[in-house]
């Protein structure tokens, strides 16, 4: 399929192919999804927004519910501002959410739509709230957009209304899936630290199954609750590309401190996540959570012969790939070619630290696509592709040994309720790893190399 | 919440019961501002029709998300080339907005067919490039020009219509493509095939039938199909529609630029598949044609009804809702459904014609639902209301059905296997029957 890829590179300049990254507004609809009876808003076209459904519909495998503002030639002639009123009103009497979440889309971006001067001039039913961000796709990726919604909660609804802190931590997930934010609240939980958590999405877009069709299921994080992180002593933001600007805005506007940590993939940062709660809430690390790192340890050791010295190709969101190649360091692989499609230089900056202190060298990029990758490996070859779905191309091209992690996986299914975070993440990860590798010795051993035992 | 008080006034409109009121269907109108609308975009119809010509090299112009969205999405088979399956954006930035996005989709174009040689290149518009006023037309003329190779711009900015627009757009790529001189040569028995694409191998299936009838198959449009073919489209003697919502248009003008007569017709179900072979030979007249294509329904038929009928005693008194795209696979759909003892409840589409939905009106049974680009909790208000066992619909109503406990069907871009033809009548039948059959709806209720 990607036979036609050439090994020899060239500079290119004329945008993407096989990109790594998608547009804003879809990040912004998932985390949206994580307040509880929320409605995303799509103020655009209403294909971009049939488009972000369906592709968040194939990655979770639940319904994902948005509007739109159903764009026409007038609006944008005159503007968005009498859709926009419109819809405001169409979706809290047809649909009656809390809140309405509304983001931007490369075409309402361009036209200069305003939406906090709509906002003002709008009819918004007694008791319901609207928020919004602008999620302009020319700029960033998915995850900045998720960035930029997770922001407008602070901004349109964190307040400090307490004299004193109370004894409580903010944690902002970042772009991960619902499986992961159970864990990490899990985790949090049996620190036995209060806590808020948003966006959460858990409860929303893994929600159970009861014959019955919630349009707002019971997940999300709450609207009280969200404003209640004013309150909080600490915000600790997972991932600086997903999660740093909220905390960072929860700082400037009800001065509580953040503190931004990778995300907890992997053994050091989970360990560097709950020594962060340790820390700040004097609170023990429960036998609980000892006896799972223990365990971890064992598996790592049980296993270390199978990963060291494997090179390794790690592709994604910056997040989810900084924390990724942390992890396959520990366990003595070698990350050979590492990419996102975000843009932003401290992605190559903090994985160039990492590769530095092991005394490795890589192909590193940030805002890449995956015909560069490609191109790496048909010169630089691995032993195992990890990434997100669009990674099976590859993998099938230059006959490598494929784990899908991250987002999106539109080809298999369970992933998103499963963690790839903390201690019982990582041991995940190490199954998912070996067994990809020992399937591939398998295949690959001769007759008389066939092994039982392995 | 209170499904039963959603319809905004404007929605009232779009919904009938049939033989409780006289008022027809208001289709085609633009989807409610604030609807969680099912509908897609001009850039998605021109898109979906295009994508399967599977050696042209596909560039949107436009920002990333476009592009990342259709990456390889459609299940279309390719016997050849498979650059189609790739994904190739302009990726606009910032100061592409501002200052225009001309010059690099200039760039891309020429970075990419030096690497990648394509004989066609088609360039999509999408909604920003409509607003920025990029002149694609001069850049993929001046293109062309300078590689010697066809590059032809396709006008899907999103705003200006729906799907059907963007089927409109694609079709008009396929007409500049195949020029505006009728051919001089004029091949007896061959025919165009229209509105396939080949998702999990129908055209061959199909293509495969009409051989065996006698007949040369030209091209497909667009399943399978490639540069070389689609120029000669113009020497077939006949064009058959299939998916008559993008293609019609396109057999229309055929028929005005070369004079190629066209057929609409359906290869979905036994019956309707037999009546289209039927009309088709009747069209060419031969009794050579005609007595090949009695001994291939018969032979395909005597094969398939009884595997038919041993689906169609579990299945028999299920009710099923229909929601699909275009009018005329909803019409077909009724049809098989009856075949295997089905009757359809609720039916929907999202780009349905008045006249298409006069047809369903007429074909559908006393009570059923009809209903014109309806959204989520239409769709649950009447499948819960009506009983319905299963859905069919494309990937946003997957889940949708899941959660109410009702079977479901894609018959759309992810199906798994060929539903066209006799064969595909099977697997239609095997399909129904494993998802409402299974024993997992049991564990529903606790
Ligand atoms: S921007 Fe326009 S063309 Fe692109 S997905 Fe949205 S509606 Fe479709
Ligand atoms: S127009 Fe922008 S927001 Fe819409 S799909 Fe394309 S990139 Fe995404």
Known sequence: ?454 | MDAGSLAVNEREKSIIVKGKQKKQLVCDTDSAAGCVSQRACVYCGARVVLNPVTDALHLVHGPIGCASYTWDIRGSLSSGSELYRSSFSTDLQEEDIIFGGEKKLARAIDELVLKHHPPLVFVYSTCIVGVIGDDLEAVCKAAAQRHNIQVIPVQSSGFIGNKSAGYRAACNALLRLMGPEPTPTRNLNSINYLGDFNLAGEAWIISNYLRQMGLEVNVTFTGDSRYETLIKAPRASLNIVQCAGSMHYLAQKMRELYGIPYLNVSFLGVLDTTASLRMIAEHFGGSGIKQKTEELIKTETDKVIPLINGYRGNLQGRKAAVYVGGGFKAISLIKQFREIGIDVVMIGTQTGRQSEYETINDLVDEGTVVLDDANPSELERFMVEKGAHLLVGGVKERPLAYKLGAAFIDHNHDRKHPLSGYEGAVNFAREVYSTVCSPVWKYLKA
């Open chain 1, 1 to 454: 399929m990607l036979e036609h890829t050439p090994k020899e590179i060239k500079e290119r300049k004329g945008g993407m192919i096989n990109p790594a990254k998608t547009c804003q507004p879809i990040g912004a609809m998932y985390a949206a999804l994580g307040i509880h009876k929320c409605l995303p808003h799509s103020h655009g076209s209403q294909g971009c927004c049939s488009y972000h459904r369906m592709h968040l519909t194939r990655h979770f495998r639940d319904p994902i519910m948005a509007s739109t503002s159903s764009f026409t030639e007038g609006a944008c002639v005159f503007g968005g501002g009498a859709n926009l009123k419109t819809a405001i009103k169409n979706v809290f009497a047809i649909y009656d959410p809390d809140v309405m979440a509304i983001h931007t889309t490369c075409l309402t971006e361009t036209i200069g739509d305003d939406i906090p001067s709509y906002l003002g001039s709008a009819e918004i039913p007694d008791g319901k709230i609207v928020i919004h961000a602008n999620t302009p796709s020319y700029a960033g990726s998915h995850v900045t957009g998720f960035a930029n919604m997770t922001k407008g909660m602070v901004t349109y609804l964190a307040e400090a209304t307490t004299d004193t802190n109370k004894e409580q931590v903010n944690i902002i997930p970042g772009f991960v899936n619902p499986g992961d934010m159970r864990e990490i609240k899990r985790l949090t939980k049996s620190m036995g630290i209060n806590f808020i958590m948003f966006p959460d999405t858990s409860g929303v877009v893994d929600s159970p199954m009861t014959g019955k069709f919630e349009m707002f299921p019971r997940g999300g994080a709450k609207v009280e609750d969200i404003r209640d992180t004013g309150n909080s002593k600490l915000t600790i933001a997972l991932g600086s590309f997903a999660s740093t600007d909220a905390a960072i805005q929860l700082e400037r506007k009800c001065k509580v401190p953040a503190k931004t940590l990778k995300t907890p993939i992997g053994i050091k940062a989970t360990d560097e996540f709950l020594m962060a709660l340790r820390a700040a809430f004097i609170s023990e690390i429960p036998y609980e959570l000892e006896e799972e790192r223990g365990q971890l340890v064992d598996i790592m050791t049980d296993t270390h012969y199978h990963f060291h010295g494997q090179r390794v190709a790690v592709f994604g969101d910056p997040d989810v790939v900084i924390g990724l190649t942390e992890f396959i360091l520990s366990l003595g692989m070698v990350p050979v070619h590492v990419l996102t499609g975000t843009p932003g230089a401290a992605f190559e900056k903090e994985i160039k630290a990492m590769l530095l202190e092991a005394g490795l060298k890589a192909n590193v990029k940030a805002n890449g696509d995956l015909f560069e990758l490609q191109q790496w490996i048909k010169n630089e070859p691995v032993d195992l592709l990890l990434g997100n779905t669009y990674g099976k191309y590859i993998s099938r091209a230059e006959d490598i040994p494929f784990v899908r992690v991250g987002f999106p996986v539109l080809d298999r299914s369970v992933h998103s309720y499963m963690p790839i975070v903390g201690y019982q993440g990582a041991m995940r990860l190490v199954e998912m790893i070996s067994n990809a590798l020992l399937d591939r010795a398998d295949r690959d051993a001769a007759d008389e190399d066939f092994e039982l035992v392995m």
